[in-house]
């Protein structure tokens, strides 16, 4: 309240100074270094929301008013240049580059500041850094930009998104990702519908301080994304064209061959019934024999030119004389039956340009890329256009508007279906290396041919059951359609109105709408379709509307700077779904629903979700050396009840440029230093229902032709909003003119959590969200560019950052909760491990040995050990976090003449990985399982000292139980990607007719080091492995010509 | 000047528009619930919230296919005894016994499930009375229904986690939290002896209630099916002349057991019709889970990859003790080539061929596995007669209650003229090889207080993970309770490993 009493006061005292009369100011800005005058400079009156831009000759002309004092020249990697009018009516500046971007404009929330006085955390990637790269994501130029960012591994599906945290994991229930701000409208849709070269920027906001302003949605950061607009001159038009192909980044796990595989599930069989060493050499002897005769009949196939009960001898090994046979040597790769080289094509088109009054940009953008898994793939169209407007000298409008169309095949590899039966990662690596692909005639081991002479899948139930028995990925890859539609519009217009010299109010008015039509077929012959085959179609809309009402104020008294902003928001959310599913198909090549018979399902519903917000944020600086910042928000959302629906959010910040002051200007060195801290409070409502505190049963559950409805919540009347506490304290430095960098801590504490608190199952319910828990995140972050070489032809520029970060619980609603391969306790973080503790394995007998949990049990005792075989004994123990000791990225800039190299390498050290697809491989006999070929190092007698226990098919249970013994080092490094280009030389340029052309050639993804050959350990931040789609390789060869 | 007025009435044109946004701009609601508050309102939104339940019996709640309503209980209970057969090493976990870890995400949903309908039951057993409108008739149809609910449930519950009823007595081991109210809050065990008062309580007051009364179909539960569930429990409980009269009293005449021709096919989607059956889920057209419905496991004619692979069959000693006239001999079919199906039923010739596969359930057809979900059948009434009369020692009247349901069966069958034990083991072939695949055999073994054995009959090792044996009264035979109750719940005791 006291804040507005003082800002209308300045109103009226501000209103009274309109009636002077001001006059005219010209004159003509150029680049120090080059001589050349700079069209698009902001021309400024320091202190007022009075300004123009030069024109394509660098000049500008501008009427201000009589109290005006100081011209400011503003231009994007130049440093800002102020002059004193002085009753001048011809002002020329002279612009120098801005080796650390002190004064580079860095988008906040609801603005601009620059870097020099801004006083929160902030990492801004612009499109210089994107345009090279083959990315069809923006969310892959986030990974590695900055310290304190997490980022998932990209996933092999083209066009899929990496999720991201910054700073660590400030929530358990809601949800973790940060708010995505397109054009500085919070953004519901598909990151992958942006088409990254219409990008100019990305900005993380990373601390309470830039984000608060956001309140309600910023707790886990906020992303800005701001697109390309016009810049006034001459029009320019650029052409972005690449082609590139498409491999798999990371190698398989090693499995075992057919030649390995039979011996050793013989041995699985065998020693089921009997173990050498342990039972009576004639039980052994027996199961020998019975193993040698049998073994065929619980795999199921014989790949061998040898008799079925003559593929392994009963001393164990394979028959000496047994070879591939016929047309098996070249039908047993899985993997390579559904994997190929994929290619991507893309071609981008951009024009734009503008007067003093007006600018442009539109863009068009064609995008075909294939995943290296057949039959996964996206196609994408993308137009944008961006148009605005100097009306009058008080009034600027501006319309920006964008379409994009996607096309995308799954080949059923899409990350939400790791565990599909039909996922292609788990199948080829989840099955035996005795099977045929095609159907083989078992008694000349030639292809069985159709009519027309082909071959054919083997599609029938003969594989034994690890061999996902009944179900054929390449067939179901060919047959099969999982196919999403996307159609994305979006339009964003702003009013605004610059009155009274200092004021500017503006109303931004956004629209978002996405449309989802996914088409989904099973074919009738095999898997989830057969017999009959199915059809599932579902149409899905969301769309969100925002209104926002801004009042800004700048003001300069002399060496007091305010800038001062208010405003409102409100925002709604709506989503529909229609899906429908029918079996029994008619016709053949049909897949509409029409076609099929019977409907299995029908339905339609709608959400919405609302919020609205009214906030302010003052911002202050002394003689552009003590900077302060502080900002308030109060929101209202439509998850919480009435009664408790409102947050009140806040920040503070400051930052004091050290390089103002003469202490610090007397050191030579010393060419820049800046210290800022802040702390905020900011809120989450996110990742819970969107009718979190109702008490709702469930329509939908008819029984027969009567009505039915379920108990599926209760009522949570006294949920509010999560809230996120953050301190944050930095110094910015540049030394020697060669090396700058930024240390920063931050310690983050997230209060309130919401949390879906497990419930006694006896309740009938398993969880409840509640507000309950507190936890921490903390951690430093250092990052450092480096001019290794600066000479006029050559420079070697070295950019590295570091991030630590540690998660504690503080309070939690119980004294313990186990959450899958986890355990949450005060004094431990979200992402300790709880698991049973693997001892090794037994010399005597290959048993697998666990820790016993009740020592009355049935046990062993190892030395002074008491240990178990027993799975339900096993004892629980914390056994690591899956969060790193130290992660972060280094690059390399290497230019010389035309030529720039750039390599970017992103590394992680410590952590653990729960690695369930390497325990997938190593079972102990599940019969027609593929096999890691760690396997072979098995106990096989008395004596033996290894850590893979027995064979024994009877046992896997207890053998290849989820145990600390998956337990692997995270750490890794990943070339992320390296880039060569050429600027062609002027010559060329000249006969070409182009202002300027660039060849290069760029690669994601390059090579990989961790742990053990096959894991991938980027999949999430909880440190498991699953079946998900493993990142692929993009390599491109590309044409940037600008006319 | 005349910009600054422009410039007003702009701010304040949009100072209107846009700071009128009302109250109800953050009030929404879902369309696909309704809120809780009036479930018990009316009797008609309350028959709606009874109706959920009778669905949920039939319907996938937690994910896997292999979770679907109560029919995937019944299937996974005769899994884990001797009489039903897995060729196949594929979904194991019960025959296996492997749901008995208590980290086993099916351990998991079995017990969550029992006590979701029990705390979907205690919303209408607590909520309907006074307040709610309709007619007494309407409120009683409700609350009776609920309870028996609740009683079954329990039932279940204490039968699968705790060790069994010894009618003997002394039977003060742990049994399973007793819910009766709408809380969060973690129970501890009840006695063994206690849950069963209390299944008896709940069953007794349905009695009351739903004497007389009509029902709309067999998804329903009427008195009847009280008195039916009072003789199961009692019959679990060694509490045999309450089994046997209980069992009388349930036999109205609705009900008779099937002739032979009409149990040649008589397991599929007609239980509506079919006088044999009490109680049992209807399946319809859009109310199908095609992979997950109780046929699409147990009948032999659908083509999931779960049947084709692994077709269950009968044991084949079990299967040599039926009488060649009887129906029942056909039901499974010894070289499982299933030459003799009823008519229009056909087997995809992808599916994979085993001896004494069963054709007892018949799926509506090879793409559709709709077979209605067998609750309480009569004959299961005159088995229940039959055995309690039998281990009174009143074998004349034992002998003739399973005369009615065994010449239905086989014309040629006369009336048995065994005595005592032998009289008793024939009463129990017949109870094996009638209720195959519909969820007794297990707990039969384990109120009985028998071994598991499967030796001798089609049971192969690598299927079965070589589990033959398990010992009568052997830890085994008792889940562990699932750590996720066990985290929750401070109350709760585990069983012993």
Known sequence: MKRLTILFTLLVFVGLQLFSQGGVITGTVTSAEEGNTLPGVSVVVRGTTIGTITDVDGNYSLIVPDDATVLMFTYVGMKTVEETIGGRSVIDAILEQDVFGLDEVVITAYGTSKKGAFTGAATQVNSSKIELRPITNVSSAIEGAAPGIQVTGTKGQPGSDQSIRVRGFGSYSASNSPLYVVDGVPYSGSISAINPVDIESVTVLKDASSTALYGNKAANGVILITTKKGKPGQGQLSVNASFGVISRAQPEYELIDAFDYYPIMWEAMRNADAIPGVDTPADVTTASQDATDNIFDELGYNPFNVANDAIVGTDGKINSSASLWNDYANDLDWLDAVTRTGQRKNFDLSYQGGTENTDYYVSVGYLEEEGFIKDSDLTRITGRAKVNFQATNWLKTGFNVNAATRESNFSQAGSGQSSNFVNPIRFTRGIGSIYPIHQIDPATGLYILDDNGKKQYDIYDHRAGGASSGRHVPAEIDWDEDKDETSTVGARTYMEVSFLNDFKFTTNVSFDQRVLYWTFYNNPLIGDGSPGGRAYRSFTRANSTNFNQLLTYVKTFGIHNFDVILGHESYRYQYNRLRGARTQQVADDNTELINFVTITRSDSYQDVYTTEGYFGRANYDFDGKYFLSASFRADGSSKFHPDNRWGNFWSVGLAWRLDQEPFIQNINFIDMAKFRASYGQVGNDAGIDNYAYQALYSLGWNNQSEMGITQDKLAADALVWESNNSVDIALEFGLFNKLFGTIEFYRKISDNLLFDVPLPLSSGLDSKTENVGTLFNQGIEISLSFDAVKTQDFTWNIQANLSTLKNEFTVLPQEEIIDGSKKLMVGRSLYDYWQREWYGVDPDDGAALYRADDVTETVRIKGSDTLTTDRNNARYKYAGSAIPDVFGSFSNTFSYKGFELNVMFTYQVGGLVMDYNYQSCMSSGTYGGGISVDILDRWQQPGDITDVPRMDASQTSNFNLTSTRWLTDASYLNLRHATLSYNLPAVINNKLGTSRSRVYISGENLFLMNARKGMNVQQNFSGTTSNVFTPSRVMTLGLIVNF | ?497
Request: aromatic share 12%.
């Open chain 2, 1 to 497: 000047m005349r910009k600054i007025i422009y410039s007003f009435v702009f701010i304040f044109a949009a100072g209107i528009i846009f700071s009128a946004c009302e109250k109800e701009f953050l009030d929404n609601y879902p369309t696909d619930n309704v809120s809780s508050f009036g479930v018990t309102s009316s009797t008609g939104t309350a028959l709606a919230a009874l109706n959920g339940i009778h669905r949920t019996f039939y319907e996938r709640r937690y994910g896997s296919q292999g979770r679907v309503g109560i029919g995937s209980w019944y299937y996974h209970i005769a899994e884990k005894a001797d009489d039903m057969v897995f060729n196949y090493a594929t979904w194991t976990t019960y025959v296996r016994w492997l749901n008995r870890d208590a980290t086993n995400s099916y351990n998991k949903s079995d017990w969550l499930r029992f006590y979701d309908w029990i705390a979907n039951a205690n919303v209408l057993i607590n909520g309907v009375g006074e307040e709610t409108s309709g007619s007494q008739d309407e409120k009683d149809i409700i609350v009776g229904q609920a309870l028996l609910y609740r009683a079954f449930c329990h039932f279940n519950l204490v039968q699968m986690w705790a060790i069994r009823y010894n009618p003997a007595g002394g039977n003060s081991q742990p049994g399973v939290p007793i819910m009766t109210e709408t809380t969060t809050e973690g129970q501890a065990r009840a006695t063994v002896e206690e849950v069963y008062a209390h299944i008896n309580q709940d069953i007794d007051a349905a009695i009351l209630l739903l004497d007389g009364q009509p029902r709309t179909n067999k998804s329903h539960l009427n008195v009847d099916i009280a008195r039916g569930l009072k003789a199961r429990v009692a019959l679990t409980m060694g509490n045999y002349p309450t089994a046997a009269s209980f069992a009388v009293l349930a036999r109205t005449t609705d009900y008779a057991p099937m002739d032979s021709a009409t149990y040649f096919y008589g397991f599929r989607i007609s239980s509506q019709s079919n006088d044999e059956f009490m109680w049992a889920s209807h399946l319809t057209e859009d109310q199908t889970d095609k992979w997950g419905n109780y046929g699409a496991y147990v009948s032999r004619n659908f083509s999931s990859s779960s049947i084709r692979k692994n077709p269950r069959s009968i044991s084949s000693i079990l299967y040599n003790t039926i009488s060649p006239t009887d129906v029942r001999k056909l039901l499974w079919d010894p070289t499982g080539d299933h030459l003799n199906l009823p008519p229009g039923v056909t087997i995809v010739g992808s599916a994979r061929r085993y001896p004494y596969t069963n054709q007892k359930f018949i799926a509506v057809s090879s793409g559709d596995s709709r077979v209605d979900v067998p609750h309480m059948r009569i004959s299961e009434m005159y088995l229940i007669e039959a055995e309690a009369e039998a281990r009174q020692g009143h074998d004349a009247a034992a002998a003739a209650a399973l005369y009615t349901m065994a010449v239905a069966r086989d014309s040629y069958y006369t009336l048995s003229t065994n005595t005592g034990q032998a009289l008793i083991d024939e009463i129990m072939i017949q109870r094996r090889t009638e209720l195959w695949g519909e969820g007794f055999r297990w707990f039969d073994l384990k109120r009985l207080n028998l071994p598991l054995d499967r030796n001798g009959a089609n049971h192969k090792g690598s299927v079965i993970n070589d589990l033959f044996d398990v010992p009568a009264g052997d830890n085994m035979w008792v889940s562990l309770i699932p750590q996720a109750e066990m985290d929750a719940n401070e109350n709760m005791v585990q069983n012993p490993l």
